[in-house]
Protein backbone atom coordinates (compact mmCIF):
# COMPACT_ATOMS: atom_id res chain seq x y z
CA UNK A 1 0.00 0.00 0.00
CA UNK A 2 1.30 3.09 -0.90
CA UNK A 3 1.34 6.39 1.35
CA UNK A 4 -0.49 8.71 1.15
CA UNK A 5 0.42 12.60 0.08
CA UNK A 6 0.42 15.25 2.36
CA UNK A 7 -0.25 18.90 2.24
CA UNK A 8 2.09 21.47 3.96
CA UNK A 9 0.14 21.57 7.27
CA UNK A 10 0.70 17.46 7.50
CA UNK A 11 -2.94 16.13 6.49
CA UNK A 12 -3.84 14.03 3.42
CA UNK A 13 -5.00 15.37 0.48
CA UNK A 14 -8.10 14.33 0.35
CA UNK A 15 -11.31 14.70 -2.08
CA UNK A 16 -13.50 16.96 0.67
CA UNK A 17 -17.00 15.82 -0.89
CA UNK A 18 -15.67 12.07 -0.56
CA UNK A 19 -17.66 9.60 1.57
CA UNK A 20 -15.70 9.02 4.03
CA UNK A 21 -15.21 12.79 4.68
CA UNK A 22 -18.95 14.13 4.17
CA UNK A 23 -19.43 17.34 2.40
CA UNK A 24 -18.10 20.38 3.29
CA UNK A 25 -20.11 23.54 5.47
CA UNK A 26 -20.22 25.10 2.03
CA UNK A 27 -21.68 22.36 0.21
CA UNK A 28 -24.20 21.51 2.27
CA UNK A 29 -28.36 21.65 1.73
CA UNK A 30 -29.80 24.93 2.15
CA UNK A 31 -31.78 23.30 4.78
CA UNK A 32 -28.74 22.59 6.48
CA UNK A 33 -27.65 26.17 6.60
CA UNK A 34 -30.31 27.79 7.43
CA UNK A 35 -30.17 25.18 10.50
CA UNK A 36 -26.23 26.36 11.15
CA UNK A 37 -27.59 30.18 10.41
CA UNK A 38 -30.51 29.53 13.25
CA UNK A 39 -27.60 27.88 15.57
CA UNK A 40 -25.57 31.05 15.14
CA UNK A 41 -27.86 33.47 15.94
CA UNK A 42 -29.99 31.51 18.25
CA UNK A 43 -26.34 31.03 20.62
CA UNK A 44 -25.92 34.81 20.44
CA UNK A 45 -29.42 35.42 21.42
CA UNK A 46 -28.83 33.18 24.27
CA UNK A 47 -26.16 34.88 25.25
CA UNK A 48 -28.23 38.02 25.53
CA UNK A 49 -30.90 36.62 27.15
CA UNK A 50 -28.46 34.75 29.96
CA UNK A 51 -26.46 37.98 30.73
CA UNK A 52 -30.00 39.96 30.29
CA UNK A 53 -31.20 37.89 33.44
CA UNK A 54 -28.59 39.11 35.31
CA UNK A 55 -28.57 42.62 34.52
CA UNK A 56 -32.71 42.69 35.48
CA UNK A 57 -32.14 41.79 39.24
CA UNK A 58 -29.17 45.15 39.46
CA UNK A 59 -31.39 47.47 37.02
CA UNK A 60 -33.79 48.50 39.31
CA UNK A 61 -31.87 48.79 42.72
CA UNK A 62 -28.18 49.36 42.46
CA UNK A 63 -27.75 50.68 38.84
CA UNK A 64 -30.30 53.60 39.60
CA UNK A 65 -28.24 54.48 42.44
CA UNK A 66 -25.50 55.57 40.38
CA UNK A 67 -24.08 59.18 38.49
CA UNK A 68 -24.33 58.39 35.03
CA UNK A 69 -21.90 59.45 32.32
CA UNK A 70 -22.69 61.93 29.95
CA UNK A 71 -24.32 60.17 26.83
CA UNK A 72 -25.94 57.36 28.59
CA UNK A 73 -29.29 56.41 26.84
CA UNK A 74 -32.50 55.37 28.57
CA UNK A 75 -32.37 51.93 29.73
CA UNK A 76 -34.85 51.23 27.30
CA UNK A 77 -32.74 51.47 24.38
CA UNK A 78 -30.15 49.15 25.49
CA UNK A 79 -32.28 45.27 24.85
CA UNK A 80 -33.22 47.08 21.44
CA UNK A 81 -29.57 47.37 20.70
CA UNK A 82 -28.35 44.48 21.88
CA UNK A 83 -30.55 41.82 19.87
CA UNK A 84 -30.26 43.60 16.70
CA UNK A 85 -26.09 43.34 17.26
CA UNK A 86 -26.50 39.71 18.75
CA UNK A 87 -28.50 38.61 15.42
CA UNK A 88 -25.53 40.31 13.38
CA UNK A 89 -22.69 38.72 15.27
CA UNK A 90 -24.21 35.30 14.70
CA UNK A 91 -24.92 36.23 11.17
CA UNK A 92 -21.32 37.03 10.53
CA UNK A 93 -20.01 34.01 12.49
CA UNK A 94 -22.41 31.57 9.92
CA UNK A 95 -20.93 34.19 6.71
CA UNK A 96 -17.38 32.85 7.68
CA UNK A 97 -18.61 28.86 9.08
CA UNK A 98 -20.47 28.24 5.63
CA UNK A 99 -17.97 28.66 3.27
CA UNK A 100 -15.27 26.14 5.00
CA UNK A 101 -13.76 24.39 2.46
CA UNK A 102 -11.88 27.57 1.62
CA UNK A 103 -8.89 28.07 4.16
CA UNK A 104 -9.95 26.24 6.77
CA UNK A 105 -7.65 26.88 8.67
CA UNK A 106 -8.13 30.40 8.90
CA UNK A 107 -11.73 29.97 9.01
CA UNK A 108 -11.38 27.80 11.99
CA UNK A 109 -8.86 30.15 13.70
CA UNK A 110 -11.43 33.10 12.79
CA UNK A 111 -14.45 31.19 14.76
CA UNK A 112 -12.60 30.63 17.71
CA UNK A 113 -11.56 34.11 18.49
CA UNK A 114 -15.27 34.56 17.63
CA UNK A 115 -16.26 32.34 20.27
CA UNK A 116 -13.65 33.93 22.86
CA UNK A 117 -15.24 36.97 22.30
CA UNK A 118 -18.70 35.86 22.70
CA UNK A 119 -17.55 34.36 26.05
CA UNK A 120 -16.18 37.23 27.02
CA UNK A 121 -19.20 39.53 26.30
CA UNK A 122 -20.78 37.01 28.44
CA UNK A 123 -18.83 37.44 31.20
CA UNK A 124 -18.94 41.64 30.90
CA UNK A 125 -22.37 41.71 32.55
CA UNK A 126 -21.52 39.34 35.91
CA UNK A 127 -18.64 41.65 36.50
CA UNK A 128 -20.39 45.04 36.30
CA UNK A 129 -23.83 44.19 36.88
CA UNK A 130 -23.48 40.90 39.11
CA UNK A 131 -20.43 42.25 41.02
CA UNK A 132 -21.83 45.76 41.12
CA UNK A 133 -18.46 46.39 39.94
CA UNK A 134 -17.76 48.98 37.01
CA UNK A 135 -14.02 48.45 37.54
CA UNK A 136 -14.44 44.71 36.83
CA UNK A 137 -17.15 45.39 34.15
CA UNK A 138 -13.88 48.02 32.81
CA UNK A 139 -11.05 44.83 32.93
CA UNK A 140 -13.13 42.74 31.07
CA UNK A 141 -14.60 45.00 28.81
CA UNK A 142 -11.10 46.12 27.98
CA UNK A 143 -10.09 42.49 27.08
CA UNK A 144 -13.18 41.88 24.85
CA UNK A 145 -12.54 45.23 22.72
CA UNK A 146 -9.24 43.63 22.10
CA UNK A 147 -11.17 40.39 20.63
CA UNK A 148 -13.85 42.30 18.64
CA UNK A 149 -10.54 43.94 17.16
CA UNK A 150 -8.61 40.80 16.52
CA UNK A 151 -11.95 39.26 15.55
CA UNK A 152 -12.87 42.36 13.05
CA UNK A 153 -9.52 41.56 11.24
CA UNK A 154 -9.75 37.78 11.10
CA UNK A 155 -13.44 38.51 9.64
CA UNK A 156 -11.94 41.10 7.19
CA UNK A 157 -9.34 38.08 5.81
CA UNK A 158 -11.93 36.04 4.97
CA UNK A 159 -15.00 38.32 4.26
CA UNK A 160 -15.67 41.58 4.24
CA UNK A 161 -19.75 41.16 4.69
CA UNK A 162 -18.82 39.03 7.70
CA UNK A 163 -16.92 41.92 9.00
CA UNK A 164 -19.34 44.81 8.20
CA UNK A 165 -21.95 42.47 10.25
CA UNK A 166 -19.52 42.57 12.90
CA UNK A 167 -18.46 46.00 12.95
CA UNK A 168 -21.41 47.82 14.54
CA UNK A 169 -20.87 45.30 17.71
CA UNK A 170 -17.23 46.36 17.54
CA UNK A 171 -18.50 50.58 18.13
CA UNK A 172 -21.34 49.71 19.90
CA UNK A 173 -19.01 47.63 22.49
CA UNK A 174 -16.27 50.78 22.30
CA UNK A 175 -19.46 53.12 22.83
CA UNK A 176 -19.97 50.81 26.12
CA UNK A 177 -16.33 51.05 27.18
CA UNK A 178 -16.85 54.76 27.82
CA UNK A 179 -19.90 54.48 29.82
CA UNK A 180 -18.24 51.73 31.61
CA UNK A 181 -15.52 54.04 32.12
CA UNK A 182 -17.87 56.89 33.28
CA UNK A 183 -19.31 54.78 35.61
CA UNK A 184 -15.87 53.88 37.34
CA UNK A 185 -14.86 57.31 37.38
CA UNK A 186 -17.76 59.26 38.78
CA UNK A 187 -18.76 56.21 41.54
Given at each position: ?33 L??L ?75 L ?57 L????A ?11
Amino acid sequence: MRPRPRNAEGGVFQNINSPERGTSPGASSPWSLLFALVGFVGLCLLVGGATGTITELSVHDWYPSLTRPPGTPPNRVFPIVWTVLYVMIGIAAWRIWRDGARAPARRAAALRLWGWQLLCNALWTPAFFGLESPLAGLIVIAVLLLLIAFTLRAFARLDRLAMAFLLPYGLWTAYAAYLNVGFWWLN
